[in-house]
T-cell receptor, first 111, second 111 residues
Framework: DGGITQSPKYLFRKEGQNVTLSCEQN?????MYWYRQDPGQGLRLIYY???????QKGDIAEGYSVSREKKESFPLTVTSAQKNPTAFYLC??????????FGPGTRLTVT | SQQGEEDPQALSIQEGENATMNCSYK?????LQWYRQNSGRGLVHLIL?????REKHSGRLRVTLDTSKKSSSLLITASRAADTASYFC???????????FGSGTRLLVRP
């Protein structure tokens, strides 16, 4: 069953803690992406990676970090430097630069 | 501000009616895509239209693109309750791997 998995679906953390969100794909896609979505809003790009061991900042990278050590995996760390981390986080992947396939998302709540 | 902006922000129609939503963008694009998001889920790719295309069909979906007006429309014909979702346009803004999403149209189809 091919696709993108994100875990966990819901995540709760205390303020000041770093937290890592998982994203795995078995679609053999080269490119992977992380987006943030706030209530009633569209998606904003945090980081993207076109190839293993390479990634670029998106529009709102401050307070976030990523790694791309394997083609299948693109974990996102929300650091304590991120001022408003509570949001819905979506991971996506694509073979071409066009159509992106999305995971089910992780809802992060920081209190 | 975001590249793509959808209009209207919310739309409520009766099952069987047609639903039209619009997207405007600011800069030149290579292509424009439409995605659907069911509540609390990831996005699903619906259709991509290239900048040299004016109209494209996929099942009950019809997309038009007017590059002179920097706008696109998505028409869903004979709507069903299952079409209830948020619909987003996304443009590449000249950079193929980066997509810029609008804030979306929330469609409610009443049975």
């Amino acid at each position: 069953d091919g696709g993108i998995t994100q875990s966990p679906k819901y995540l709760f953390r205390k303020e000041g803690q770093n937290v890592t969100l998982s994203c795995e794909q078995n679609l053999n896609h080269d490119a992977m992406y992380w987006y943030r979505q706030d209530p009633g809003q569209g998606l904003r790009l945090i980081y993207y990676s076109q190839i293993v061991n390479d990634f670029q900042k998106g529009d709102i990278a401050e307070g976030y970090s990523v790694s791309r050590e394997k083609k299948e995996s693109f974990p996102l760390t929300v650091t304590s430097a991120q001022k408003n981390p509570t949001a819905f986080y979506l991971c996506a992947s694509s073979m071409t630069p066009y159509e992106q396939y999305f995971g089910p998302g992780t809802r992060l709540t920081v209190t | 501000s975001q590249q793509g902006e959808e209009d209207p922000q919310a739309l409520s129609i009766q099952e069987g009616e047609n639903a039209t939503m619009n997207c405007s963008y600011k800069t030149s694009i290579n292509n424009l895509q439409w995605y659907r998001q069911n509540s609390g889920r990831g996005l699903v790719h619906l259709i991509l239209i290239r900048s040299n295309e004016r109209e494209k069909h996929s099942g009950r979906l019809r997309v038009t693109l007017d590059t002179s007006k920097k706008s696109s429309s998505l028409l869903i014909t004979a709507s069903r309750a299952a079409d209830t979702a948020s619909y987003f346009c996304a443009t590449d803004a000249g950079s193929s791997y980066k997509l810029i999403f609008g804030s979306g149209t929330r469609l409610l189809v009443r049975p």
